[in-house]
């Protein structure tokens, strides 16, 4: 897979098509998904991280909202650190099964302190604000992009942008940053300006919610491929962040994914 990764704008960082969601391997409160589901040992995590590095996935996404998932992938991968395209967050706290919100800047260099010393890691790849949803204001209020760049001129951070929630957010964001983090599905295709404006100013953009958080939103004969056929049939779209902690899902969303890039590349 490595021959289909795509930049990050200009910052260096390139990254798999298919990136490894890590909400499940740190937090099973308040998420949406169809199922429940058991946290991962060490064990298993283990090897769900192999088998997702033998597939060509060298993107991980995490956030200190997700749980405990830094403070396992740090200990995870810290033989292999440099294997590994780390996507943290910043904004979102997960607290006694709830979540708050703090973009303020001096939070937001906490946060940052926080997930290097997590992660075991010195530098971080990508970092994203995490969005309550008050996208243009959260970035006009608070300067939070302005703070990222700022730790990426200190050599923190390599990449940064925003997980956003509405068109303006996102188009903001791609304006001042590197990357937004968009949902884009069958279902939800609202910021498809977002992803046109990545394609035509070499921005990056992760999707998120690529199967409706396991909602398939297809019922063909293959919904997953279904799905990523479409979820990269616009060329803006740099990688698709799927979690699941089931190696055969695992396998077939990779195959899928490769297949849909493979597709719309001809």
Same mark, same amino acid.
């Given at each position: 897979?490595?021959?289909?990764?795509?930049?990050?704008?200009?910052?260096?960082?390139?990254?798999?098509?298919?990136?490894? !969601?890590?909400?499940?391997?740190?937090?099973?409160?308040?998420?949406?998904?169809?199922?429940?589901?058991?946290?991962?040992?060490?064990?298993?995590?283990?090897?769900?991280?192999?088998?997702?590095?033998?597939? !060509?996935?060298?993107?991980?996404?995490?956030?200190?909202?997700?749980?405990?998932?830094?403070?396992? *992938?740090?200990?995870?991968?810290?033989?292999?650190?440099?294997? @590994?395209?780390?996507?943290?967050?910043?904004? #979102?706290?997960? #607290?006694?099964?709830?979540?708050?919100?703090?973009?303020?800047?001096?939070?937001?260099?906490?946060?940052?302190?926080?997930?290097?010393?997590? /992660?075991?890691?010195?530098?971080?790849?990508?970092?994203?604000?995490?969005? %309550?949803?008050?996208?243009?204001?959260?970035?006009?209020?608070?300067?939070?992009?302005?703070?990222?760049? #700022? *730790?990426?001129?200190?050599? /923190?951070?390599?990449?940064? !942008?925003?997980?956003?929630?509405?068109?303006?957010?996102?188009?903001?964001?791609?304006? $001042?940053?590197? &990357?937004?983090?968009?949902? @884009?599905?069958?279902? #939800? $295709?609202?910021?498809?300006?977002?992803?046109?404006?990545?394609?035509?100013?070499?921005?990056?953009? *992760?999707?998120?919610?690529? *199967?409706?958080?396991?909602?398939? &939103?297809?019922?063909?004969?293959?919904?997953? $491929?279904? &799905?990523?056929?479409?979820?990269? %049939?616009?060329?803006?779209?740099?990688?698709?962040?799927?979690?699941?902690?089931?190696?055969?899902? /695992?396998?077939?969303?990779?195959?899928?994914? /490769? $297949?849909?890039?493979?597709?719309?590349?001809?």
């Amino acid at each position: 897979m490595e021959h289909l990764r795509k930049p990050v704008a200009d910052t260096g960082v390139t990254i798999s098509p298919v990136g490894f !969601g890590t909400v499940k391997l740190g937090r099973d409160q308040q998420v949406k998904y169809p199922e429940a589901f058991r946290i991962p040992d060490d064990r298993e995590a283990a090897s769900l991280l192999a088998q997702a590095r033998e597939l !060509g996935i060298n993107l991980l996404d995490t956030a200190p909202a997700y749980g405990s998932s830094e403070e396992r *992938l740090g200990h995870l991968i810290a033989d292999d650190r440099a294997s @590994w395209v780390i996507c943290t967050k910043v904004g #979102e706290e997960f #607290e006694n099964g709830e979540s708050r919100f703090d973009f303020t800047p001096e939070h937001l260099r906490f946060s940052i302190e926080r997930s290097l010393k997590r /992660l075991g890691t010195d530098y971080l790849d990508m970092v994203l604000v995490h969005s %309550s949803g008050d996208d243009v204001d959260i970035i006009r209020r608070y300067g939070c992009l302005d703070v990222l760049a #700022e *730790l990426k001129r200190e050599g /923190l951070v390599r990449a940064s !942008g925003m997980s956003t929630k509405t068109v303006e957010g996102g188009i903001l964001a791609l304006e $001042q940053s590197d &990357c937004a983090m968009v949902t @884009w599905n069958l279902n #939800e $295709q609202g910021e498809r300006a977002v992803l046109d404006y990545a394609r035509d100013h070499g921005k990056a953009i *992760l999707v998120k919610k690529a *199967l409706a958080s396991g909602h398939l &939103c297809s019922d063909g004969d293959d919904p997953v $491929q279904t &799905c990523m056929d479409f979820v990269f %049939s616009h060329a803006g779209v740099s990688a698709a962040v799927l979690g699941t902690i089931n190696p055969d899902h /695992l396998r077939h969303n990779v195959h899928a994914v /490769l $297949q849909a890039v493979e597709k719309h590349a001809a």
